[in-house]
């Protein structure tokens, strides 16, 4: 494969040279050329108007011919209990598999797990696989990829989708490297080309700023990693059958590499951060510790969670577990408060794929208020207390 | 203790910045930087190497200038540095990176530790550090925030989850990726920067790491990207004026528009 530019047709417009995310193309005598730094993502052939870059020797894709059939979703859990963003992988996985006109499973990893296995079905799931034994309680990386690709390579599916969480995305990138297959990480949208039967995987890049759609045209199974609270949760309903396929798994426990000492949950009282629908932030605009109170006292209020920017953990006012952005979390909470945050890109790249952002700062020229669907330009500790006022009065 | 450091050079994103007239990337002048996780990573292995001995290498897949790279990694404190840098290894995915550096790995000798910073902040994947242990079949934790115990057949971790934490025990040799809340990364010694000055950097192409050409670079990569485009900004940018209570009032009601309280 590779990126042709035909001199005849190039007229140096510079159209390319500014739409090319890889900075690979640039302008000399008048002409368009392209460095190694070139990913033929096709942007550049895209926006000429003169039809002078062409992608040549475009990969023929593996969508028929192939025994791979069926969508699969990891269905993680946690204490025995489902995972939230497993429900809103049924819900999209359904779609995916109704497209595809082949069944929608689900695999299910833990200790005593029969009651979930049913609400799996109930949120459709046609069939779910369920590996059931001590070993598998806790997470085990180990042991749960030997499990699932073993899983893969009998049964065959062609996508397999789990969701981005720490557990997704530390076992599942070892399951597709010993597959020899592709996965698509954080993805944010998927849909199939139904014409190759291939999955569409869409995700933020550079921090969101830009978004890539990527296909995995020749090996099988398709993976992919899904962000939290971007996808439709599955409806549940209890009058779904289902078939239940459990693999047996004596001797996967000999001689492990990798041991589970201890399970620590740590957050308890505050939402993690990853998964809440709300998020109330505070910044160094808060001066001091003991006023992230406020910022506490609001997520509170709104059954939220705290977070924080790098500059406020840094300073140690509040614990690494709640920084946003690009050395902490990235989130994308229907609501994302952010107070007394400037709003360096590092912080942005970690939520600007929140649904609303209502931003507050004293500095009107913040740039936090670029990324804002609200703003309100003043001072954190006049705003805040009358926000929990008036919130406190509605709510009663 | 030989430890093998995974370092990336990513542009800088500080510098990066969205035009508001055509909501694209802005990136003249961006500066190249060790990716910010890497360096936990390089402050880890230094820190390894301070109680324990041994060697401390760093290893890094990209074009020729990512050499920059590792020449700062040695003035961390480094040992040696080695490129993987050859056309072929060209717009790999995070698959055929995988068996890039971990045929690198094999090739600088011995090892006990693996280091990688949990992910690169261009590519955000966090699966080549994961990918490197399946292709050196090693078993690796992923997100670690803490190293508690290191013997000589052992290491006893704590990594980051979601909703708190697990103290983790996997055998040596083995992997470990790396979050900020690790350390806090040393500055440049003088005489490691006089050093990384005049290091010799071994450059190894597609010939030198025993892999054939299917498996590496674009021709390797098992995913495609086809479309790249910019995302739609959720909404509308509105400052709400007026007082203090006029203002909460103007957001109370937005919000409640919009359905989100």
């Known amino acids: 494969m590779s990126i042709k530019i035909d001199i005849e047709l190039c007229t140096g417009c510079g159209v390319c040279e500014e739409a090319c995310p890889f900075e690979a193309i640039k302008i000399q005598d008048d002409v368009a050329s392209m460095d190694e730094r070139c990913n033929l993502c096709g942007a550049c052939v895209d926006v000429c108007s003169f039809e002078a870059i062409s992608i040549q020797?475009?990969?023929?894709?593996?969508?028929?011919?192939?025994?791979?059939?069926?969508?699969?979703?990891?269905?993680?859990?946690?204490?025995?209990?489902?995972?939230?963003?497993?429900l809103e992988l049924l819900g999209e996985g359904r779609k995916l598999a109704d497209k595809l006109g082949v069944d929608l499973s689900a695999v299910f990893f833990g200790y005593s797990v029969e009651m979930q296995t049913n609400e799996l079905i109930s949120y459709g799931a046609d069939k779910v696989y369920v590996a059931d034994a001590p070993i598998l309680r806790d997470f085990?990386?180990?042991i749960y990829s030997k499990v699932l690709v073993d899983l893969i390579n009998e049964y065959k599916p062609e996508i397999v989708l789990s969701g981005a969480t720490a557990v997704g995305r530390s076992f599942i990138p070892e399951v597709s490297a010993r597959l020899e297959t592709g996965l698509t990480a954080d993805c944010t949208a998927l849909d199939i080309d139904t014409e190759r039967r291939i999955l569409l995987q869409t995700r933020p890049a550079f921090g969101g700023n830009i978004m890539a759609t990527i296909i995995c045209p020749d090996e099988r199974p398709q993976m992919a990693t899904v962000r939290h609270k971007v996808m439709k949760k599955a409806?549940?309903?209890?009058?779904r059958k289902g078939e239940v396929i459990k693999k047996d798994i004596d001797g996967y426990g000999v001689n492990l590499r990798t041991k589970v000492l201890e399970v620590v949950e740590e957050i308890g009282e505050t939402v993690n951060i990853a998964e809440a629908d709300v998020i109330v932030s505070g910044g160094r605009g808060l001066q001091e510790p003991k006023n992230f109170k406020l910022i506490e006292e609001l997520a509170k209020i709104l059954g939220g969670a705290v977070g924080a920017s790098r500059g406020a953990v840094d300073a140690g006012w509040i614990p690494y577990s709640h920084q946003v952005g690009q050395t902490g979390k990235t989130v994308c909470p229907k609501l994302y408060i952010a107070c007394g945050i400037s709003g360096a890109v590092q912080h942005l790249v970690g939520m600007q794929s929140s649904d609303v952002i209502v931003a507050i700062n004293i500095d009107k020229d913040a740039p936090i208020f670029d990324v804002a669907t609200f703003g309100i330009a003043g001072d954190v500790f006049e705003v805040v207390p009358a926000l929990i006022?008036?919130?406190?009065e509605i709510r009663g | 203790m030989n430890i093998v450091v995974c370092i990336k050079q990513v542009p800088e994103t500080t510098?990066?910045?969205i035009s508001k007239d055509t909501n694209t990337l802005m990136r003249e002048g961006v500066k190249s930087i060790i990716n910010p996780f890497d360096m936990y990573a390089i402050e880890e292995g230094l820190r390894i190497k301070e109680r324990f001995g041994g060697r401390i290498s760093a290893v890094s897949m990209g074009p020729p200038q990512a050499e920059e790279a590792l020449r700062e990694a040695v003035s961390y404190g480094v040992d040696d540095a080695f490129l993987l840098s050859d056309r072929a290894f060209a717009g790999a995915d995070t698959l055929a990176t995988s068996r890039t550096l971990a045929k690198g790995i094999k090739k600088i000798g011995?090892?006990?530790?693996?280091?990688?910073?949990?992910?690169?902040i261009d590519g955000d994947t966090a699966q080549v550090g994961p990918g490197i242990a399946e292709k050196l079949d090693i078993p690796f934790v992923a997100f670690v925030r803490k190293i508690r115990e290191i013997s000589n057949h052992s290491i006893k971790v704590e990594r980051m989850m979601d909703n708190g934490y697990d103290v983790m025990e996997i055998t040596l040799p083995s992997l470990i990726t790396v979050v900020k809340e690790i350390n806090e990364p040393r500055m440049p010694s003088l005489r490691g920067k006089m050093k990384a000055k005049s290091i010799d950097i071994p450059t190894w192409g597609l010939a030198d790491l025993e892999i054939g050409?299917?498996?590496?670079?674009?021709k390797g990569s098992a995913t495609q990207v086809i479309k790249v485009f910019t995302p739609k900004r959720g909404g509308r940018r509105e400052m709400l004026e007026g007082s203090v209570e006029t203002q909460v009032g103007l957001l109370i009601n937005r919000l409640n528009d919009l359905k989100v309280i």
């Open chain 1, 57 to 86: 020797g475009l990969r023929k894709t593996g969508g028929d011919g192939n025994d791979h059939k069926g969508v699969w979703v990891f269905a993680e859990q946690r204490n025995g209990k489902i995972a939230s963003v497993v």
């Open chain 1, 140 to 142: 085990n990386d180990e």
């Open chain 1, 235 to 239: 409806t549940y309903d209890t009058n």
């Open chain 1, 389 to 392: 006022k008036r919130f406190n």
């Open chain 2, 15 to 17: 510098s990066v910045k």
């Open chain 2, 110 to 120: 011995s090892f006990d530790l693996i280091i990688c910073g949990k992910q690169a």
């Open chain 2, 213 to 218: 050409e299917d498996k590496v670079g674009l």
